[in-house]
Each structure stands twice: as structure tokens, then as C-alpha cells.
């Protein structure tokens, strides 16, 4: 059976070679040559060089759009029974070292046309070349096809992805901001006052303490935690319309509340390091704003993070935002 196919670039290939081709005379020379003709209608120029370090050289240094090198190729070694060579793009950010792109929005990848039309393109046309030079056939007795992987149904709400991804997070953290104030002022005044050691004193055990202030924190951030998830997951006008349509209440609910437990939790450890009311509270809320912003930037920037600053980042309340 003859599987039928057609891989075409949305746009003419540009294609930069190099290998010792004088004369092509070389194994090299002769694919090289069959790729041209293989791409003859897709590539607006291809010039052979001498070595891989003038390709780099002049494809960074080039500054005419209409004759620019979109790919390098460079060969390596002799052609045998192995074809070796490396694919050198124009574009800098190729990120093979991750799985999934940093940003994720609803629907199919939308930036994947440059790679299936151009590159797959390429890797296919030098790929058929080397097996028509070795088995001696031109053209190949089949074909085959490639399309990426089919996307289930979804709806395309404008703007809303930018807004669960980026705003949501950001007023969740902001709306929470009020929590370093009201409890490293209290905390740390008490400690300051001596009022934490009299309680001791007394025979006030220290997780009795502790868990007194984390009683007194829910028990205000509770009612805000519910009012959130009302005005986000029950229809607030005859339409039936939700902020949040496919979340489930109770599972936000106890997001939220597990989200209070690690601040307060996380403000309590502060507390620990200040015996100035002022302070503490100005340095809560600096930690506070930090812990989600510069996390949040790294994670975007599409570099790789270590485990280690994973772990440790793990740490910060506003990571699992």
C-alpha cells in the first residue's frame, strides 16, 4: 500500500551548507546535490562554505532581510552506512531540554507551523537523500506523513487564559497581602511586650501558642476565603454566567484554605527573626510580594530551574499560586 503525502513550507526554505564539497565530488557533493533537487522549489538560496565556524559567523552577522539564511546544515564526517550532520536555525530560542512550553493556553500549539514546515521539512528532504544516494533509487517507492496529534474539543474564550494565568494569581497574592500586618504586628508585639513569656509563665504550652494564633488567623481569613469562592463559582445573574465555570467549589474552597494555613504558617517563622513590631511588618510584606514575583519571573523566562532551587522555592506560600 502507497501512503500518499505532500510536506510543503508555508514559506521558501533558506538553506546554508557546508562540508568539503569541492567540486562535489564527495559523498557529501552528491546528497548535497540531491537535497537541491529535492528542494528546488522551496529554497531561495543555498551557498556551500568551508567550515562550520563561517557559517556561524555570517549567519549572526546578517542584516538583509531578502537574503537571509533561515538553516545552516553542517555535515560531519564521511557519508557510509551513518549520515551525520546537525541542523543550525537562525532563531536562538529552541528550547529541546523542556517538555511543555512555559506559558500553556487552551487549544492546539499555535507555534509549531515554523517547525513542522520549515525544520521537519529540511530533516525530511536531507533524510530522503541519503537513503535514495545509499539504496540507489530516486525517487523512493513510498511515502509517509506526519500531522500533529488531534486536539479534543475546547472553547476559545478571548482573553481568558491571560487572565486565569497571570491576573487570577496576582490578585489571589495581593488580595492576601493584609495578612502579613495583621499577624506579625500581633505576634511580635506580643513577643515584644513580654506578654508571650508571662503566658509561659503561667504554663501556657508553646503550641498551645502557636495554634491560638492560627485559630485566630482562620477564623477571620475563613469568611473571606468563602465570600471568594461564592463570587467565583455561583451564578450571580440570570444568564447562569460563572467568573469560573469548571471549577468546583469545594475544591477551591480547600485550596484557599490550605493557601491560608501555609501564609500564616510561613509568617509565623518570620515572626521568629524580629522583636520589632515595624520591622517585622515591613519586611513580611516586601517577602511577601517577592516570594511570588521573582519565582514567577524564572519560571517564565523559559530557563531551566535546578531541583535545588525547586525545593527551595517549594518553601515560599506563594509558589502555589
Keep these: 500500500t502507497k501512503i500518499r503525502t505532500s510536506i510543503s513550507p508555508s514559506s521558501a526554505v533558506e538553506l546554508n551548507t557546508t562540508s568539503a564539497l569541492a567540486n562535489y565530488a564527495t559523498e557529501a557533493g552528491d546528497i548535497f546535490l540531491n537535497l537541491k533537487s529535492i528542494l528546488f522549489y522551496w529554497i531561495r538560496k543555498l551557498s556551500p562554505l568551508p567550515s562550520e565556524s563561517e557559517l556561524v559567523d555570517r549567519m ?21 552506512t551513518k ?21 500553556v493556553f487552551t487549544g492546539p500549539s499555535q507555534n509549531s507551523d515554523s517547525y513542522f514546515n520549515d525544520f ?6 536531507l533524510d530522503t537523500s541519503f537513503i535514495e544516494y545509499v539504496s540507489k533509487t530516486s525517487p523512493l517507492p513510498f511515502d509517509y506523513t506526519m500531522q500533529m496529534f488531534p ?12 487572565l486565569n494565568r497571570i491576573m487570577l494569581p496576582i490578585m489571589t497574592v495581593l488580595s492576601f497581602l493584609m495578612l502579613c500586618p ?21 504554663g501556657l504550652k508553646t503550641w498551645m501558642l502557636w495554634g491560638s494564633w492560627m485559630v485566630n488567623a ?14 467565583m463559582t455561583v451564578p ?9 465555570p469548571d471549577a468546583d467549589w469545594s475544591v477551591l474552597w480547600l485550596f484557599l484554605v490550605l493557601y491560608c494555613v501555609a501564609s500564616v504558617t510561613s509568617l509565623f ?53
Design 182 to 202: 495583621s499577624i506579625l504586628k500581633r505576634v511580635v508585639e506580643e513577643k515584644h511586650t513580654g506578654v508571650k513569656e508571662l503566658m509561659k509563665m503561667m
Design 236 to 244: 450571580l445573574n440570570d444568564s447562569g454566567t460563572k467568573v469560573m
Design 60 to 80: 549572526l552577522g546578517q542584516n538583509d532581510s531578502l537574503t537571509r539564511y533561515a538553516y545552516g546544515v553542517v555535515f560531519e564526517g564521511s557519508v557510509g
Design 151 to 162: 486536539y479534543p474539543a475546547y472553547v476559545d474564550e478571548v482573553n481568558m487564559s491571560d
Design 120 to 125: 521537519i521539512s529540511l530533516q525530511h528532504a
Design 269 to 321: 517563622a518570620v515572626s521568629t527573626f524580629f522583636s520589632r513590631p515595624t520591622i517585622a511588618m515591613s519586611f513580611g510584606i516586601i517577602l511577601w510580594l517577592v516570594s511570588y514575583f521573582v519565582p514567577f519571573g524564572a519560571l517564565q523566562s523559559g530557563k531551566s530551574v535546578s531541583l535545588g532551587l525547586k525545593m527551595l522555592s517549594s518553601l515560599l506560600p506563594n509558589m502555589a499560586v
Design 83 to 103: 549520515f551525520n550532520y546537525k541542523i543550525r536555525p537562525e532563531g536562538r530560542h529552541w528550547y529541546t531540554d523542556t517538555l511543555y512550553p512555559s506559558a
Design 218 to 231: 482562620l477564623a477571620v481569613n475563613l469568611i473571606t476565603v468563602t465570600i471568594i469562592v461564592i463570587i
